[in-house]
């Protein structure tokens, strides 16, 4: 399994950055959005992978990274040598931020960056990952880090 991290990265109004993914024999076929981040090199910390993940996605440095809130583990095929990816997602502030990738995002499937506040996180305006991002958001906005990151689901 490939070890990964994510930021649940909130602005002062609580909208979430997200990145779009999208590839060919994805469901949904327009792709989803998800919590930027990364796979962790040998040898790196999660949360040193992390920061590297943010600054080459959105051109983020000074990022406020408070503990890890969830991990989830899904199985797919990753060749070519992964049967899939354990992540864990940490919960970071930062203020609202005009992102500028520093990497070719499209070369990573990333189709897209953007803000999206709570309400158009709970309509499912597009869709989200994890599929129950609504719920998982307003569980860490309203309780904070939790002493472990909870174990959730992946729904299919």
Known sequence: MRQAVRALLLDEDDRVLLVHFRWEGIEPADGFWACPGGGVHHGESPEAALRR?????????????????????????????????????????????????????????VHGIGWFSPSDIAEGVVAFSPRDLSEQLTRVVVHGVPPAPREIPALG
């Open 53 to 109: 993940e943010l600054a080459e996605e959105l051109g983020l440095e000074d990022v406020d990274i408070m503990g890890p809130v969830w991990r989830l583990t899904r199985l797919f095929p990753m060749p070519p040598q992964w049967d899939g990816q354990t992540e864990v997602t940490y919960l970071a502030r930062t203020p609202h931020f005009e992102p500028r990738p520093r990497v070719d995002l499209l070369a990573e499937n």
